[in-house]
């Protein structure tokens, strides 16, 4: 296995919506494709920034057929399956798996707050039910109330199809502890754009972006500028792209990248219920960074 299972810069692609509210596939399609064309070695569908938890089972399952058709061979497709039932993960990701995708995500499982050993649990009986399919574990205390252990880490990358973490913990401690603890082959992949190039000083591979959708080429060039030890080249275009990073988060992801999206004519439609639309002054400002950046 790489130690790069999925390539270095993932896009955490947003979900497309027409006027009333229903999954538009062909934006979709079209929105995958570029993203591969510009810069993404991969696309997690139906994670975080693509709304899963207004999703229903049957629409993630259909964008997941029609990116893999879309995309093919060219990126590595993950298939955002994980929940806080762990019997429901299982049947997502079993019926994913017939797919041939390239790897599930499975966000830590949130609102019941299970101990260490739970999630453990949660994780190898998921692993173990698919075992086929490559897993990227998905770590984002700030939205499931729970963090996974570096030490929970470690004894979950003993599992064979267990490769990988989107670490969102905002804690570049507990990444370097995962790193100590973990093999060289298990990748760790940053969850927040704006620490991209400080996780790649510590051991990780890796992004799974948002920022991607709109600078995908950039946040590339960025991550084999300091895989070549251009550090000083990887820190300018760190340094350049960190306001669009600050300004794509200046409210609940994916808000503001969607807004970015509509702002470049992609038509990604608006945001289901409770997410709401971007208020008018947070959009100024976000006109004001993608004008400076030249992405508007």
């Not at 300091?226 to 200046?250: D, E, H, S, T, Y």
Request: hydrophobic letters at 40%.
């Amino acid at each position: 296995m790489s130690d790069e299972p999925f390539g270095r810069v993932i896009t955490a692609m947003v979900t497309p919506f027409d006027e009333d509210g229903s999954v538009n596939y062909a934006v979709a399609e079209k929105l995958a494709v570029h993203l591969v064309e510009n810069g993404s070695d991969g696309l997690v569908i139906c994670g975080t920034t693509g709304e899963s938890p207004t999703l229903s089972w049957s629409e993630e399952y259909e964008l997941f057929k029609v990116v893999k058709q879309a995309v093919g061979t060219k990126a590595k497709i993950i298939a955002g399956t994980g929940s806080n039932s762990t019997s429901e993960a299982i049947a997502a990701t079993q019926k994913a798996a017939k797919l041939d995708l390239d790897g599930s995500l499975q966000v830590v499982p949130y609102y019941n707050k299970p101990p260490q050993s739970g999630l453990y649990n949660h994780f190898r009986a998921i692993a173990q039910a698919c075992p086929d399919l490559p897993m990227m574990l998905y770590n984002v205390p700030g939205r499931t109330s729970r963090n996974l252990e570096p030490e929970t880490v470690a004894n979950l990358a003993q599992i064979g199809n267990i490769v990988a973490i989107k670490e969102a913990s905002g804690d570049l401690e507990q990444a370097c502890k995962i790193r100590v603890l973990t093999p060289s082959t298990f990748a760790i992949y940053s969850g927040e754009d704006a620490l991209t190039l400080p996780l790649l000083s510590v051991g990780s591979v890796g992004v799974v972006s948002v920022a991607s959708h709109l600078v995908g080429n950039q946040m590339q060039e960025m991550i084999q500028a300091f895989i070549k030890g251009k550090n000083q080249q990887a820190r300018a275009i760190q340094v350049n792209l960190f306001p669009l990073f600050q300004a794509l988060f200046m409210t609940t992801n994916p808000i503001p990248v969607k807004a970015a999206l509509n702002l470049q004519g992609w038509n990604v439609g608006k945001l289901r219920t409770p997410l709401c639309e971007l208020q008018l002054d947070l959009l100024e400002n976000l006109k004001i960074v993608l004008k400076k950046l030249d992405l508007v």
